[in-house]
């Protein structure tokens, strides 16, 4: 039985690991309707099989949060490791049965596999490794396992900051997404997330004189609401630069081949939009998303009738503030940019996360661990244009990063797998995550890992 870090045998935990990410991802919990107790049942048992007592929070019938945790002997800020359970739904054509948990070409197949039941088996596997060494754990280590993070957190991680706060309440938190591996001229960067946009969504709104379609009239809703969106999606709302994307351009560009150093720093100025156009697409896009506030239009409403013109026309829009913007900000920049003449009315908000100083030991300890597991990576912060549970949990003042640890292959871009066809892991990327994530976990815990 393992006493001391040093004795573990990774490639026998390793091989585990594989076993109870495969078993999780036959556990179908597509939210909606969620149905995630039955994976908070399969990890309490896995978490009893090394005297761990988790605790399963119903929230209502089929959907609970699982909460565990281990007594250090200091009075230290306790960490919180957190993943969410439910996954989103598995449309399109698939390779493999998207619950089917396949092995294949050195992936494990399955929705879930990247987004994110791979960091629960890592929080499940951290958990386990510190119970077997318990004697020298100097911090209190908490994990949750949370319901509900596809569709809001509503009945996941902010149920919990709402509910049961004294459970969770830590002085730093890890979850997704950050930390797995980043190709980019021939270079592997490691984005770790310490930022992440704020989320909004606003209902834009066109009126005009309701009318028969036999007499075309020029006030017409749907028109002046086309003419709005049509707006939106041609062009940015203002650049602004933050403090995280700042330091994550300059450290890019800093790393960067020396051909291509000065075209990258030019993400720092001005011109970064126009130079944004060369990159491919897909690595283009969430660099904007993090230099600008934004607005998708993701529905459209108007008219019941095909003979009738509408009095008004909706577009729902999905905002996304940067940290340091308000809403009011985002508001105004919108009217900037479309006029007058259209409304907006904010319909459901969450602000951004930053930490003004991310340079805590604890995130030197995530660049470190990574140098050690693969001295060719580069580490860097990120912000992230999404949203996690660290949303929730900012709400008790805890540091949050973003830290599932992966090494993906040159030719697999992380973006591609998240929420898409195929979602599948590397099995040997997914090995290699678990040890970095574990030593960090371990190491921050005051448990000696070397
Ligand atoms: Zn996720």
Redesign the pocket.
Known sequence: MTKVWSDIDWSQVGQEAVRDLQQLLQIDTTNPPGRELAAAEFLADRLREDELEPEILLVEKERANLVVRLEGSENLAPLLISG?TDVVPAMGDWTYPPFGGVISDGFLWGRGAI??KNMVIMCLWAMKLLSRVKKSLRRTVIFAAVAD?EAGSRKGSHWLVDNHPDKIRAGSMLT?VGGFSLHMMGRRFYPIQVAEKGQATVEMKATGDAGHGSMPMTDNAIGRLAHAVSKLVRHNLPRHMTSTQEAFLRQLAENMPLGVKQVFSLLRTPLADQFLRLLPESQARPLRACLHNTASPTILKAGVKDNSIPSEATATLDCRTLPGQTIQDLLRELHDLVGRDVTFHVLHEQPPISMENHHTDLYQLMCDTLLRYDPEGVPLPQMLPGF?DAKAYSRLGMKCYGFAPLKLPKDVAFTSLFHGVDERIPVDGFQWGLRVFADVVASYAGIHTK
Do not use: I, L, S
């Open positions: 969410h987004d994110m993070e997704e996690t």
